[in-house]
DNA sequence: CAGATAGTTTGTGTAACGCAAACCATTGAT
DNA sequence: ATCAATGGTTTGCGTTACACAAACTATCTG
């Protein structure tokens, strides 16, 4: 039985090589981030709120795929640093509004520049290009394709 | 002040993106791989070792970034379903070589075609090609370009 | 022989959740 | 006006995946 080929190859799948480096980067992140008092959870939302640029608590409990009652006990803790801004919805008064403040947008900018080494670091085998691909390609997969995280939402029953 | 223009963009980190999708994913993949009997991390382990194709419990432990004592664990549950095997180590019978066995690596690549709908549905702003883009280059992230995982490691006192 | 090293077990602590229950303010339908 | 549904909040409980420390065994190396 000399040399098989190589049959019935695995399908490709990123869930498992994502875990092990998004790992890697947690592992780091937490220690440069600690200093600006905050936590990887807190970066992934502020992240999503740049991007999302206002919504309800619940679209961003649909978009991060948390428990909504974690997402109030994220929020505080960015609100009660200033970083976003709880405003009741002037349409529906029980919904608030979410957005990251000017302080919100400076800190996760500042936060981003510090974890230049940490990507170096975890990174190293992909040259600039790479990373920036990488990041596109992330980028796009968690830019809603779906529900989106708009108004109409709300009439949705099959979620 | 008329349309500022954007100035000091923040540079692209991959982190919170990462961390962001490898979440949604690893949400649905938990479903998917109960049947079979693994956790994420379980995967995540099992694609390291076939990458590595034998190594040492210490050369995992600093691969996979986790403290031994929890490697311990994770591997006895991988080798209670006979997912992998620990050899001693002719040259040095401290050491345990782990090994994925062949039922090991057919339950792999089960996992990994079961968990085609879950990448489907998250990457699904993404085309094959891109996903394909997206593995190589997290391949070539977690592939080592550092310490290398073999036997010289062992005389490295700079960790 | 002595001290270091690989692995193991046990035990303790913590962070990040999910989930359920009870509550308020508000809305929207009757 | 009334009443059920909705968005958000708080509290509290359970789980998982860790890190870290301590103590122990087997083995290696000087």
Chains 1, 2 share one sequence.
Do not use: W
Request: glycine share 4%; charged share 30%.
């Amino acid at each position: 039985m000399p040399e098989l080929p190589v049959v019935n190859q695995p399908p490709h799948r990123c869930g498992a090589l994502l875990d092990h480096v998004t790992r890697r980067i947690r592992l780091r992140s937490e220690s440069v981030l600690a200093p600006l008092g905050l936590r990887t959870r807190h970066l992934v939302a502020l992240t999503v709120l740049r991007d999302l640029r206002g919504c309800s608590q619940q679209d961003l409990a649909k978009t991060l795929e948390m428990d909504s009652t974690n997402v109030v006990g994220l929020l505080n803790d960015l609100e009660s640093a200033n970083l976003i801004e709880r405003r009741r919805s002037p349409e529906d008064r029980r919904r608030h509004i979410v957005e990251l403040t000017d302080v919100g947008a400076k800190q996760l900018a500042k936060a981003e520049f510090a974890l230049a080494a940490v990507e170096d670091e975890v990174l190293g085998a992909l040259d600039k290009d790479q990373r920036e691909t990488l990041y596109t390609l992330l980028y796009q997969a968690t830019s809603r394709t779906e529900p989106a995280g708009c108004v109409d939402a709300a009439h949705l029953e099959e979620c």
